[in-house]
């Protein structure tokens, strides 16, 4: 796929006008991209952070950043976001249940859907964007309020999930299965107190805007990095496009994808081919080579961890 959208970008076009493009670029915009990006990771796990804090439970800022590193770099090379699994397996390697991290995740993704969603129709609103979005960005609002409202749904309910013996369910099991199972029924919706609390939900929503302002501000010292004087709502169209991109298997790396992002988007703004082409390409390096770096630090770390622990024990 990522082959394709390559061949399609760059059929009939001189590449030597997009390494005369990529030679101009401001090097300095381009290390203050790189800081966003590194910026909207630390964001991101401190919004994982007061999800955990919902729960009672508080795992180190390195565990939950080294977990979230790890995660997005296997994302990159394997487009079936098993990042999550590594998530959940990571931080049961560090002690938190599973059924309590799982619920730390149930709750991320509505919340990104409801952002992407306000922020679409918002384009919509203010005139700025085609009629055609409206219903994309209705259909993706909904989801997201639907699956919060339902996440808050269950959390009404949870009182009656400790009473899993009580119910009768699962039977058939031994006690201490059974027993297991009530607990990680009762544990399942935990963060999913922070949609109860005004205080605890304003603060994970104050993070999540500050996740969306960051990715927008990586774009647009882009566009200062190719000297670009193009509103901000193109930003915006480039960010809401990466991050919907990410829904679907995608290529490794997401090859491809950003260049056909930006020649699709920054054409519309009268941007040459070659130019939107040398974008996406900085642009998807800006935003995997920092991920990679830190990703493959997280899990060569962790394997050094592991391996330790095994040689101690089996001592």
């Known amino acids: 796929m990522g082959v394709v959208a390559l061949w399609w970008t760059g059929r009939g076009l001189e590449w030597r006008l997009v390494f005369r493009t990529l030679a101009t670029v401001r090097q300095d915009w381009v290390l203050v991209s790189i800081v966003g990006v590194v910026a909207v990771a630390l964001a991101k796990t401190t919004r994982w952070g007061e999800l955990y804090r919902a729960t009672g439970h508080r795992p180190s800022f390195g565990t939950l950043f080294s977990a ?6 296997i994302n990159l090379f394997i487009p079936v976001r098993l990042g999550e699994l590594v998530r959940l397996v990571w931080m049961k390697q560090a002690g938190q249940p599973g059924a309590i991290t799982l619920s730390t995740l149930l709750v991320e993704k509505p919340l990104d859907l409801l952002s992407v969603g306000v922020m679409a129709l918002s384009l919509v609103a203010l005139a700025v964007a085609p009629l055609g979005l409206r219903s994309s960005a209705i259909g993706t609002l909904l989801i997201g309020l639907v699956l919060t409202f339902g996440l808050a749904s269950i959390w009404r309910l949870r009182a009656r999930l400790k009473g899993w013996r009580g119910l009768g369910w699962g039977s058939w099991l031994p006690d201490r299965w059974r027993g297991q199972l009530g607990r990680i029924m009762y544990d399942l919706p ?66 491809g994808v950003m260049q056909v992002i930006a020649v699709l988007i920054l054409g519309q703004y009268g941007v040459d081919r070659p130019v939107a082409i040398g974008f996406g390409t900085v642009l998807n390096l800006v935003t995997v080579v920092p991920l990679l770096i830190l990703g493959g630090w997280a899990i060569s770390s962790h394997t050094v961890s592991v391996a330790t622990w095994l040689r101690q024990h089996s001592a």
């Open 68 to 73: 979230l590193m790890a995660a997005q770099a």
């Open 190 to 255: 935990a963060a999913l107190a922070v949609l109860a609390h005004w205080r605890s939900l304003l603060s994970v929503l104050g993070w999540t805007m500050i996740i969306w302002l960051l990715s927008l501000l990586t774009i647009v010292t882009l566009f200062a990095a190719f000297q670009l004087r193009l509103p901000v709502v193109a930003a915006v169209f480039i960010m809401l496009a990466v991050s919907t991109s990410n829904i679907v298997p995608s290529p490794p790396a997401l090859v």
